[in-house]
């Protein structure tokens, strides 16, 4: 999840699909399980934070996973500390000065936030050891919840269930596969990031990013796109 400030325009457009869509800024970023575009053009000043799995709760008590796969603008919840935050930040001009406005405003929003659920965090820390190894099955066991309360927590915090979270953090680890540059074997891929064959890997790949992996890797290599692509994660 990622609170996110436009400086050039109160709006931020992206594609979802073949519609346009668009969201007043400040806005909070659910987290995403599909792809979308964005226009680069509109990309040129933007602030932001990216808060760790289950983190952006300890800031904004809203269930996370109410903002899975959607953009929602933090006037919606919080019209006046919206408002203020912007004004802020525009008038702050130099960088750091910004920063220090964002990171002031987070501290103020600690104490009406929530703690992290140290289930939550312990289920987080053994995914991202190994994603994609670890089971989820065997961990919930470990935590001593039922399978529905274990579901029930991780969503409310990650806003994603364990296994599509699972799924996404393995996605990610062959996307710093492609990202190396280096000749990529897709077999060797997908045995590496746990999956059950190659077309296993690819119809993940195409679930979360639009495009096949061999698609990604062709297009990461080009100097200059005409649109960005957003992926899970």
Same mark, same amino acid.
């Given at each position: 999840?990622?609170?996110?400030?436009? %400086?050039?325009?109160?709006?931020?457009?992206?594609?979802?699909? +073949?519609?346009?869509?668009?969201?007043?800024?400040? #806005? #909070? /970023?659910?987290?995403?399980?599909?792809?979308f575009l964005i226009d680069p053009s509109e990309f040129t000043a933007v602030l932001g934070v990216r808060f760790k799995p289950g983190a952006c709760r300890v800031f904004f008590p809203v269930p996370a996973h109410e903002l899975h796969n959607r953009d929602v603008p933090l006037e919606d919840l919080y019209p006046q500390e919206a408002a203020r935050l912007y004004d802020e930040l525009l @008038?702050?001009?130099?960088?750091?000065?910004?920063?220090?406005? &964002?990171?002031?405003? %987070?501290?103020? !929003?600690?104490?009406?936030? #929530?703690?992290?659920?140290?289930?939550?965090?312990?289920? &987080?820390?053994?995914?991202? !050891?190994?994603?994609?190894?670890?089971? &989820? @099955?065997?961990l919930q066991l470990e935590t001593g919840l039922s399978h529905t309360r274990f579901i029930q927590i991780f969503r409310d915090h990650v806003g994603l269930t364990p296994k599509l979270f699972c799924r996404i953090q393995r996605f990610k680890t062959v996307l710093r596969h492609i990202e190396r540059g280096a000749p990529v074997s897709w077999a060797e891929v997908a045995a590496a990031?746990?999956?059950?064959?190659?077309?296993? #890997? &690819?119809?993940?790949?195409?679930?979360?990013?639009?495009?096949?992996?061999?698609?990604?890797?062709? +297009?990461?290599?080009? /100097? !200059?796109?005409?649109? @960005?692509?957003?992926? @899970?994660?």
């Amino acid at each position: 999840m990622q609170l996110v400030v436009h %400086l050039a325009d109160r709006n931020l457009s992206f594609y979802d699909g +073949t519609n346009r869509q668009s969201v007043r800024v400040p #806005l #909070l /970023a659910g987290p995403y399980s599909r792809s979308f575009l964005i226009d680069p053009s509109e990309f040129t000043a933007v602030l932001g934070v990216r808060f760790k799995p289950g983190a952006c709760r300890v800031f904004f008590p809203v269930p996370a996973h109410e903002l899975h796969n959607r953009d929602v603008p933090l006037e919606d919840l919080y019209p006046q500390e919206a408002a203020r935050l912007y004004d802020e930040l525009l @008038a702050s001009g130099a960088l750091h000065v910004q920063f220090r406005v &964002i990171e002031r405003y %987070l501290i103020g !929003k600690i104490p009406s936030g #929530l703690a992290v659920h140290p289930v939550v965090e312990y289920a &987080i820390q053994e995914f991202l !050891k190994e994603p994609g190894v670890r089971a &989820i @099955a065997d961990l919930q066991l470990e935590t001593g919840l039922s399978h529905t309360r274990f579901i029930q927590i991780f969503r409310d915090h990650v806003g994603l269930t364990p296994k599509l979270f699972c799924r996404i953090q393995r996605f990610k680890t062959v996307l710093r596969h492609i990202e190396r540059g280096a000749p990529v074997s897709w077999a060797e891929v997908a045995a590496a990031c746990g999956y059950f064959d190659q077309a296993h #890997l &690819i119809h993940d790949f195409r679930a979360f990013s639009g495009i096949t992996p061999v698609a990604y890797a062709q +297009t990461a290599e080009r /100097a !200059k796109l005409g649109s @960005a692509v957003s992926v @899970a994660g």
